[in-house]
T-cell receptor, first 110, second 113 residues
Framework: GQQVMQIPQYQHVQEGEDFTTYCNSS?????IQWYKQRPGGHPVFLIQ?????EVKKQKRLTFQFGEAKKNSSLHITATQTTDVGTYFC??????????FGQGTRLTINP | GAGVSQSPSNKVTEKGKDVELRCDPI?????LYWYRQSLGQGLEFLIY????????KSGLPSDRFSAERTGGSVSTLTIQRTQQEDSAVYLC???????????FGPGTRLLVL
C-alpha cells in the first residue's frame, strides 16, 4: 500500500539555525499536506501542495513538491523557539485515504 | 464555526474494562479518521470512514478495537477489554473530502491502569 516516509525523525538546532524535513512516497501523490503539532497539542494544517515542482512560502517556511510528485520538503529559515514541535507530511494517492509520515520532531536550543 | 470535538478529554480505566471514545466531526465533512498517538510518537492510523462506503479498518491493531459512524456524523471508537498498551492519545480528524485538509480534534487521553 501507499507509504510516506519522513526524515529525520528528530532534529535539534540552535535558535537561528535553519531546519529541513524531507518526505518521500513510494507512489505518485495527488497532493501533499504539511501539519504542525505543538507539544501537548494536536496537528494543525499548514499548507497543501498540488502541482509538480510547486514551491510555496509562509514567512520563514518554504514548502516544495517534487517534480515527480513523490517527494516534498519543508525548510525553516532562522528557527525561532516558536517553531518547536513535530512536523508531519501527509500524502494521498488518487481517491484513497490521506497517509501521514512519521513526523520530524524539532527541538530548539535558545 | 465549531471544530472537531472529542469526549471525554481524559479517561482513566482499569485493565479489562471497555471504553467508548466519541468524535463529533465538523458538520458536512464526509471523511472521518481515527488515529492513535503514543507519547512522543507519530500518528498511528486506526480507521477511516468516507461517506456511505465501507470503512477502511486496516489500521485497527486487534479485534478488541471497533468503530462506527452513525448517520454519517458522530463516530464512536470502542476498545474492549483494555490493556495497558492501549494507553495513548486517541485523535479524531475530519475533512470535507478524502484529499482535503484534515481538522483534528483535541484528542482523548486514555490511561489504562
Amino acid at each position: 500500500g501507499q507509504q510516506v516516509m519522513q526524515i529525520p525523525q528528530y532534529q535539534h538546532v540552535q535558535e537561528g539555525e535553519d531546519f529541513t524535513t524531507y518526505c518521500n512516497s513510494s507512489t505518485t501523490l495527488s497532493n501533499i499536506q504539511w501539519y504542525k503539532q505543538r507539544p501537548g497539542g494536536h496537528p494543525v494544517f499548514l499548507i497543501q501542495l498540488v502541482k509538480s515542482g510547486e514551491v510555496k512560502k509562509q514567512k520563514r517556511l518554504t514548502f516544495q513538491f517534487g517534480e515527480a510528485k513523490k517527494n516534498s520538503s519543508l525548510h525553516i529559515t532562522a528557527t525561532q523557539t516558536t517553531d518547536v514541535g513535530t512536523y508531519f507530511c501527509a500524502g494521498i494517492q488518487g481517491a484513497q485515504k490521506l497517509v501521514f509520515g512519521q513526523g520530524t520532531r524539532l527541538t530548539i536550543n535558545p | 464555526g465549531a471544530g472537531v470535538s472529542q469526549s471525554p478529554s481524559n479517561k482513566v480505566t482499569e485493565k479489562g474494562k471497555d471504553v467508548e471514545l466519541r468524535c463529533d466531526p465538523i458538520s458536512g465533512h464526509t471523511a472521518l479518521y481515527w488515529y492513535r498517538q503514543s507519547l512522543g510518537q507519530g500518528l498511528e492510523f486506526l480507521i477511516y470512514f468516507q461517506g456511505n462506503s465501507a470503512p477502511d479498518k486496516s489500521g485497527l491493531p486487534s479485534d478488541r478495537f471497533s468503530a462506527e459512524r452513525t448517520g454519517g456524523s458522530v463516530s464512536t471508537l470502542t476498545i474492549q477489554r483494555t490493556q495497558q498498551e492501549d494507553s495513548a492519545v486517541y485523535l479524531c480528524a475530519s475533512s470535507l473530502y478524502p484529499s482535503g485538509t484534515q481538522y483534528f480534534g483535541p484528542g482523548t487521553r486514555l490511561l489504562v491502569l
